[in-house]
T-cell receptor, first 115, second 111 residues
């Protein structure tokens, strides 16, 4: 029973390149969340998606960042024209519709380094 | 504004009991979570409180006082593997799991 799967685990990009981070939620989960974690900072909410819908993207920068969760396939967090400040760990989490607690199940994270 | 405070670091001895406090000020409240995160790994769910009182789960217990905006995580019979960061998070937005996170408390368990 696979958990939340994220890839790549580590990604190195040069300034101006694009980064694509993928997340497959736990089986049976229809809600996907992306969080960013910087050293010395807490997890910061970025975006909440359900299949084919962005429910809340209030934590995502308006420029260069986008997210999708297509009908088939993983959720994708896309960062265009990366800058050094984008270097961080990006965590994906999923939850089950109707869960009493709303417990989030996290993936291992994708660590982006921008040179 | 939204604010969650927890101590940055704590140290305890194997076999002992440790209490990690969390205070919060949020625009709404729909539950408080505790997660454990080992270095370089994913946060994992420990507990959830939405009503006042104590929730016990094995060696871990979590307490909530909504009127005081306060929670604590109690870890008993500490083991070396409990050395990790403990994250307090509040859901202030109803069914949307847009959690607000504290910076975490780094717990070191010494032999």
């Amino acid at each position: 029973n696979a958990g939340v799967m994220q890839n790549p685990r580590h990604l190195v990009r040069r300034r101006g390149q694009e980064a694509r981070l993928r997340c497959s939620p736990m089986k049976g989960h229809s809600h996907v969340y992306w969080y960013r974690q910087l050293p010395e900072e807490g997890l910061k909410f970025m975006v909440y998606l359900q299949k084919e819908n962005i429910i809340d993207e209030s934590g995502m920068p308006k420029e260069r960042f986008s997210a999708e969760f297509p009908k088939e396939g993983p959720s994708i967090l896309r960062i265009q024209q990366v800058v050094r400040g984008d270097s961080a760990a990006y965590f994906c989490a999923s939850s089950q519709s109707g869960s009493r607690t709303g417990e989030l199940f996290f993936g291992e994270g994708s660590r982006l380094t921008v040179l | 504004g939204q604010n969650i405070d927890q101590p940055t670091e704590m140290t305890a001895t194997e076999g002992a009991i440790v209490q990690i406090n969390c205070t919060y000020q949020t625009s709404g409240f729909n539950g408080l979570f505790w997660y454990q995160q080992h270095a370089g790994e994913a946060p994992t769910f420990l507990s959830y409180n939405v009503l006042d009182g104590l929730e016990e789960k094995g060696r871990f217990s979590s307490f909530l006082s909504r009127s005081k905006g306060y929670s604590y995580l109690l870890l008993k019979e500490l083991q070396m593997k409990d050395s990790a960061s403990y994250l307090c998070a509040v859901n202030n937005a109803g069914n949307n799991r847009k959690l607000i996170w504290g910076l975490g408390t780094s717990l070191a368990v010494n032999p």
